[in-house]
């Protein structure tokens, strides 16, 4: 692989830029591998580059029925943030964002990272309980947050009305570490190291059946037919309850639309992301987005009444809105679990590991959910990242709650 530079990038510009080789390869699928992963979305692209570059494990295929970084990780509102309540999150949220920092640096591809500063609003009086209680985990737990006035507030924010007449701004939970990537990116990216690393990305290809032996995995039946592996990982977000289906097992997960939208372009108005959790609204420049939808579907598209809630939510917020055009709208379909926390886990299969149930908000954890899948899967055992998110903590009790963290889901 050719490295990006400013150079490649003047040489290039000499010659109409006809000589850029291919990101990564388009290979035909072997007939056996060390580990193959279903799914390249960022947690499960992630998870193989990690297998690579932590643990030397290189021969590998990522298994993706449609285009990689085409479902929720293409899909997604791009905010990263890790202000957390408990501390097992804070954890892997925090690790993902320290990741996240040098992302383009490790890839040598610029994923745009952006830490422009993360409010939650506080607009009822639980709200201002629940942050405060966070900004004191967070103290402990050695994250950088601040709950701020809403002076401050207006500060950051000035297209803000902090005196709307239903739910005035009371304060905020701020993270100043937080912001937004470029969701895309962060697929290409590193699609673009496991595929110099020799792995093999095969799109357009799905998963149909796991097969096993003696309780322990042999490899998966697809579209292109078999594929043999010593071990496998599932990370397919909305589609979890599906391929545990195929591997035998049932998981405590739901899948819910989650819908976003984004206006006309818009001049700079706002250089902060701001969340509004009570009226389950939140505006990052032109792109705005709301709640899930109040019943579980696979529907990846947009509906009306979405566009109606959230911009109604948010208006009396940030009166300006009202005058702006939508311009498009979507929807992903996440992986919902009862404590809002994902399961990162070995599985009643044997050398059959799912990691799944970011639900709303894994877009900002797909470094750090990589590095601790790959380990969990390299030495099959979870390191102390992923320890406490076993499935079985359900059956246990052990949940691990982060209903208020998880914001627009709740
Ligand atoms: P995905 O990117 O969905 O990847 C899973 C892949 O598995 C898919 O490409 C799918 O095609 C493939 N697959 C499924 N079944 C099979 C099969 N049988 N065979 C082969 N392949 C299969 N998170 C944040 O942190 N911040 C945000 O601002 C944010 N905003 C969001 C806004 C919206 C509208 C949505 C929908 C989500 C948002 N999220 C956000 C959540 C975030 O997008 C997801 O948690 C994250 O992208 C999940 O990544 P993933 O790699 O697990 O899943
Ligand atoms: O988890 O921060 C988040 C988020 C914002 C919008 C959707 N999810």
Redesign the pocket.
Known sequence: MKRYSVFAIAKQAMTHHLGWERAWAAPEPKKHYDVII????????ATAYYLGKNHGIKNVAI??????????????????RSNYLQDPSAAIYDKALQLYENLSQDLNYNVMFSPRGLLMLAQTHHEVRGYLRTVHANLLQGVQTEYISPAKVKELVPIINIDGPRYPILGALYQPRGGTGR?DAV?WGYARACSAMGMDIIQQ????AVRSEGGVVKGVE?SKGFIGCNKLGV?????SG??AEMAGFRLPIEAV????LVSEPIKPCMDVVVMANTVHGYM?QSDI?GGTDGFNNFTQRGSFHHIEETLRALVETFPMISRLKMLRQ??????MTGDRSPIISKTPLGNCFF??G?????????PGSGWAMAELMAKGEPGPLAEEFSMWRFKEGKFIDESVAAGVAH
């Open positions: 279903v799914g390249a979305g960022g947690h499960g692209l298994i993706e029925k449609g285009w990689l970084g085409g479902g929720n990780t293409g899909r997604n509102t791009t905010i990263i969701h697929a290809t799905e998963v149909t697809t990370v397919v977000a909305g589609h599906q391929l639309a989650l819908q976003a990052s987005g979507w929807g992903g379909i996440v992986d990691n799944c970011w639900g709303t908000g894994g877009f900002k954890a797909i």
